[in-house]
């Protein structure tokens, strides 16, 4: 159950990162209510995670993930560039999450 509310909590932590650029300065009322429940519905469920996974592997999923989601959708909501660095900085995110993953054991 603990790996089903880590990939809620990243589903939340990507809302919060693209939410946080709608929200022009929090100047944007709507935008600023969506991503402060973004972020509260984030990281209540990686704190459900994490009374099961060590924190340190956790909280570097929710975060790596979190970040390769924002950039793709960043990508196709806010047409930012995705650029070869950035492909192979993805590449390594996504070593990093299976190595932990594995690590983890569970």
Same mark, same amino acid.
Do not use: D, M, R
């Given at each position: 159950m603990a790996w089903i509310y880590?990939?809620?909590?990243i #589903?939340? @932590?990507i809302a919060f990162? !693209?939410?946080t650029n709608? %929200?022009? *300065?929090? %100047?944007k009322l709507?935008? $600023?209510v969506f991503t402060l429940l973004a972020a509260a519905g984030g990281?209540? =469920? !990686? $704190? !459900?995670?994490? =009374? %099961? !996974?060590d #924190? *340190? #592997?956790g909280y570097t999923i929710w975060t790596g993930v979190g970040s390769i989601g924002t950039v793709i959708l960043g990508a196709l909501v806010?047409? @930012?560039k995705i650029t070869l660095p950035k492909l192979i900085s993805f590449a390594a995110i996504i070593a990093g999450v299976v190595t932990l993953r594995l690590a983890a054991g569970v």
């Open positions: 880590l990939a809620i909590a #589903v939340f @932590e990162a !693209l939410g709608a %929200t022009q *300065g929090f %100047t709507w935008p $600023s990281i209540f =469920t !990686l $704190s !459900l995670a994490l =009374t %099961t !996974l #924190v *340190g #592997v806010y047409k @930012e």
